[in-house]
């Protein structure tokens, strides 16, 4: 049988304000998501039986190809059997780009086509949900406002292009750990938004009243984040930020040039960091 080939999108989060820790550990947040041409690729192919995950590309050492990794785990969630999958690691991982979340997304997109009717769209959800709080909006892998755990998703406004720069100076940070040295909250609230954003010029003013609450912390851990973002500054951005939990953080510049030249100069200044150039799918 022909495999089935599916994308997974990074997701790139624009801001993400955090409010109450409820009683199960979870925290309310709210945040805007995009989702961007930087992505994983999987092959899904239908066998006698078993299931099998051989994992290449730039981050493959780093995703593992074990029971751990979220394409498995969304596999057994799904409750399917006989199936050969090849996972293209070009996402950074525990990276704050929801690369594992979408890979599991891809992997649910797949088994839906492959297995069709064995689980209801909602069930589906109900599983996405089950993988980790990013994987239902990884689903449709639209721009969205995500709110509570990250499950309640609201369709984004028009979006314009963003020619973005992303850094990551190859560091991890760990989310519960980001999250266990949060202090500052700005309250798990959308902030008033236009029906749509007519240019890049206007989301990235409007983005100037919104914060990443997960910065500060995450820039306690790694202070090698508060470099990267300070290299992104003197890039003269429109708008620069991290992304998630960390450590990858992004710039939105007014062209793709101006995009691609900044980020020519930042791999000339620093040479071991992760340095890429994308833009919103």
Known sequence: MAAIHVHAPAKLNLFLHVGARAEDGYHAIASLAVFLDLADSLAVTRVTKGVSLDVTGPFAHAAGNGESN??????????VDGLAIALEKNI???AGLGGGSADAAATLRALET?????????EITRIALSLGADVPM????????????????????AMPSLPLVLVNPRVGVATAEVFGALKHRSGAHVPPHPARFDDVGALAQWLQHTTNDLEAPARNIAPIIGDALAALHAQSPLFEAM????ATCFAIFANLDLANKAAAALRQQHETWWIAVAQNG
């Open 92 to 94: 950074p991982v525990a």
């Open 243 to 246: 992304t998630g939990s960390g």
């Open 70 to 79: 979220l394409v498995m785990r969304a596999v057994r969630a799904f409750g």
């Open 138 to 157: 990884c689903l449709a892998s639209t721009p969205v406002f995500a709110e509570g755990r990250g499950e309640r998703l609201t369709p984004a406004p």
């Open 114 to 122: 492959l297995f069709p009717g064995r689980h209801s769209k909602d």
